[in-house]
């Protein structure tokens, strides 16, 4: 979709856009069901780049310990607990740059990727940046979906980020498209950027091709001793006018809301539900930032009559 039409859209009354996106969704999704994922940080902190939204940056002083990868053990261990509590994605991120074929650490996240693919959840991985070779290998040791977030506008991307660029960001994608693997890919709001940005990012996300399957649209989490620390929250009505354009425009994607849940009020969440979420992170912890208790999503969830997928309705 064009800017133009997106800002159009942006900018019809509320209850016109969200009863449009809410068509829109029920053409193409099972209006009640909602997929639980399950994020895991298989390797934490220390990281070269200096993403100005991240505790895992080594470029700030955040609380945040450098830890080595983690055993395929405790990888797997978490991965069972995820799917007993319903997940029926489980995704594993790394604080790297990137990685690359040759490595060991490439080879013990491949021998990690064998072994939990086994377990029936859709495998997803977040690694930083690749190329064809580690996508090729990666989605044949069973990696179902590749995270590579664009996170916001392409003008915006340089205030944020200095030690990679946002075409980085865009031939990792690319990358991932050729292999066959599905693309993950979304941003991040309320770090100071404009509404402007915002549309420009569901401007390219909505030109790639093929479009990504799923698409997380993250609140910051402001993290004590990173730049953006300070951020005020999102504007409710702000993210729901956001989620409900990325349904229109992203019709057949599974729209996550991600990080930034605990700031968002339950009444706050339903209306994003109505708007075209379907997909939430689940658990207590997303990578290094709070996440609302598991069993605190089972009510909601219950409570506003949506269906986890995986789960029959009683
Ligand atoms: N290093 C890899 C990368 O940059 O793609 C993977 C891990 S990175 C932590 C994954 C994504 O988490 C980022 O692209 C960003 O969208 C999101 N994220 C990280 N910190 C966040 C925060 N404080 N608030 C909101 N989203 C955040
Ligand atoms: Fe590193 Fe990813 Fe955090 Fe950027 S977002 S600092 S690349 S872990």
Not at 191 to 209: H, Q
Not at 238 to 249: D, F, H, S
């Amino acid at each position: 979709m064009k800017f133009a039409e997106l800002s159009a859209l942006y900018h019809r009354p509320l209850f016109d856009l969200i009863s449009q996106s809410r068509a829109v969704h029920l053409q193409h999704w099972p209006g009640e069901e909602v997929q639980r994922c399950s994020l895991l940080s298989i390797k934490t902190g220390g990281c070269s780049e200096d993403c100005a939204y991240c505790a895992q940056s080594a470029h700030y002083f955040t609380g945040v310990e450098r830890e080595e990868l983690l055993s395929l053990e405790n990888v797997l261990a978490a991965a069972r607990r995820a799917r007993s509590q319903g997940a029926t994605r489980f995704c594993m991120g790394a604080a790297w740059r990137g990685v690359r074929d040759g490595s060991g650490k490439f080879e013990c996240v491949l021998e990690i990727v064998r072994e939990v693919s086994q377990l029936g959840m859709e495998v997803c991985v977040t690694l930083g940046e690749i190329g064809p070779v580690e996508a090729r290998k990666l989605k044949s040791a069973g990696v179902t979906a590749y995270n590579h977030n664009i996170d916001t506008s392409p003008e915006f991307y340089p205030e944020i980020v200095s030690t990679h660029t946002f075409q980085n960001r865009l031939d990792t994608i690319a990358a991932v498209q050729k292999s066959g693997m599905s693309v993950c890919c979304g941003g991040i709001i309320g770090m100071g950027e404009s509404e402007t940005d915002r549309l420009r990012m569901l401007e390219v996300l909505s030109n790639f091709d093929p479009p990504p399957d799923s698409v997380p649209i993250n609140c910051l989490m402001p993290m004590p001793g990173t730049p953006l620390a300070d951020q005020p929250p999102v504007d409710i009505f702000e993210l729901v006018r956001l989620i409900a354009v990325t349904r229109i425009a992203l019709p057949k994607a599974r729209v996550r809301l991600a990080a930034g849940r605990t700031r968002i009020s339950r009444e706050g969440q339903a209306l994003c539900f109505f708007a075209g979420t379907n997909s939430i992170f689940y658990g207590d912890k997303l990578l290094t930032a709070k996440n609302p208790a598991a069993d605190v999503d089972v009510v909601l969830l219950r409570e506003l009559g949506l269906q986890p997928q995986g789960v029959t309705a009683s």
